[in-house]
């Protein structure tokens, strides 16, 4: 089954009854499928409460203001190549030096397609640090890499799109509103999947559609970051919600902070917001 609605999508997402379809709980220790049957991601019941718990109390440690401040920092002392710039920063503040497998060991971890290569990251990852710190680091990878692209794309289509609000004076507050926008029109995460454990069907939420559901979100298919703060699913609902809302934005406005600042600046103009720098 599929749903598309806004308030169906919350109804399944806050329902205990449907769970993530279950991974296979047979793999060899250190293995990408051991780990996945380790997560909070892909369990249920109370194993899910006790494992969610670890990672909540990891993150409760981390402050996204700092994360945001290291993101930028990080990107402008690498010329704005900003690939791989959120989870060294995350992997900094979890205390994981080196974070160069992640993107090995993160690309089947939502899918579960396992690879040799997959496996020897996941292994090398558990060799540097503990099970919630890996999760966490293989969380955040994919997703908040592709917000920034996804955000990146927006500024790059609307530079001073004619007819904006000049934005806020608040240093930094465009960038949020270009993030929260992104977020609701184009999550980084399409789909999520549940099992109704009463019928044994498999129900796919299509978060885009979700997200753009007329009787939630006014001009749906308009890109408007001035709408604010929106109820969008992005980052999940109900059960199980992504943990680190904050943790995700804060790494993302760090990184485009430093991007767009530096691609909007004209030689003896100065720094232009993301709506042409009117208002300053
Ligand atoms: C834009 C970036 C991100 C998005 C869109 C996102 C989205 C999500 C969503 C939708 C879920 C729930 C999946 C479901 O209900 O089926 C989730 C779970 C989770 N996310 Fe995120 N996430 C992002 C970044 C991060 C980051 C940076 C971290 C870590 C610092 C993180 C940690 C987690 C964890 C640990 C879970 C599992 C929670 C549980 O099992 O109860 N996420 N995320």
Request: glycine fraction near 8%; aromatic fraction near 4%; charged fraction near 25%.
């Amino acid at each position: 089954m599929l749903i598309t609605r806004h308030a169906e999508a919350r109804a399944v997402l806050a329902d205990p009854r449907y769970v993530p379809p279950p991974v296979r709980q047979d793999g060899r220790e250190g293995t990408l499928a051991w780990l996945r049957a380790h997560v909070s991601r892909f369990s249920t019941g109370e194993t899910h409460a006790a494992r969610r718990h670890l990672v909540v109390e990891r993150l409760a440690a981390l402050d996204p203001a700092e994360l945001r401040t290291a993101a930028r920092a990080m990107t402008l002392e690498r010329d704005g190549e900003w690939r791989g710039v959120p989870t060294a920063v995350l992997g900094t503040a979890l205390g994981v030096k080196d974070t160069s497998a992640v993107a090995a060991a993160a690309s089947g971890y939502l899918s579960g397609e396992e690879s040799p290569e997959a496996d020897a990251a996941v292994a090398e990852l558990l060799g540097l640090t503990d099970l919630p710190a890996v999760t966490l680091l293989l969380q955040g990878h994919a997703a908040t890499e592709a917000l920034i692209d996804n955000a990146l794309q927006h500024a790059a289509a609307r530079p001073g799109a004619p007819g904006d609000a000049p934005g806020p004076a608040e240093p930094g507050a465009d960038v949020e509103a270009l993030l929260r926008e992104t977020l609701r029109q184009d999550p980084p995460l399409k789909a999520t999947r549940r099992l109704d454990t009463r019928t044994g069907d498999e129900v796919t939420i299509d978060l885009v559609a979700a997200n753009r559901d007329p009787d939630v979100f006014a001009e749906p298919g308009r890109f408007d970051p001035a709408r604010g703060d929106t109820p969008h699913l992005t980052f999940g609902y109900g059960v199980r919600p992504c943990p680190a809302p904050a943790h995700a934005l804060a790494l993302a406005a760090g990184v485009l902070e430093a991007v767009l600042t530096a691609s909007l600046r004209s030689p003896g103009d100065g720094a232009h917001s993301l709506h042409g720098g009117s208002h300053r």
